[in-house]
């Protein structure tokens, strides 16, 4: 049974850090891909940090780069999304979700490769 279990989500000021995690178990973790999405209310989930098997490769949305790191611990099973000068509209229900990637050891920024999705954590940032 495979289970993906975000925490580190909560309520942070605007200019604050959250770190979040996940651990995976089920699965060959170093195999896949695993990726960190986020669904604010009334919005399309969408993809905001991604990072390849090895975590030689990573990939980030727009409005995050510069400010979000995402990281994987292979030996842990646990894939991180360091939260950096955290802005209102970072607020959503964040997810992470693994994935495989083929032969190739890329960041998957797509949904629709990802397999497996974990129930989500809830970050608010107040203004």
């Known amino acids: 049974q495979v289970q993906l279990v975000e925490s580190g989500g909560g309520l942070v000021q605007a200019g604050g850090s959250l770190r979040l995690s996940c651990a995976v178990s089920?699965?060959?973790?170093?195999?896949?891909?695993m990726g960190w999405f986020r669904q604010a209310p009334g919005k399309e989930r969408n993809v905001v940090a991604a990072?390849?098997?090895?975590?030689?490769?990573?990939y980030y949305q727009d409005s995050v780069k510069g400010r979000f790191t995402i990281s994987r611990d292979n030996a842990k099973n646990t894939v991180y999304l360091q939260m950096n000068s955290l802005k209102p509209e970072d607020t959503a229900v964040y997810y992470c979700?693994?994935?495989?990637?083929?032969?190739?050891?890329?960041?998957?920024?797509?949904?629709?490769?990802?397999?497996?999705w974990g129930q989500g954590t809830q970050v608010t940032v107040s203004s």
């Open positions: 979700a693994a994935g495989r990637s083929g032969n190739y050891d890329y960041p998957l920024y797509d949904q629709a490769p990802y397999d497996y």
């Open positions: 089920g699965l060959t973790f170093s195999s896949y891909a």
């Open positions: 990072i390849s098997r090895s975590a030689g490769k990573s």
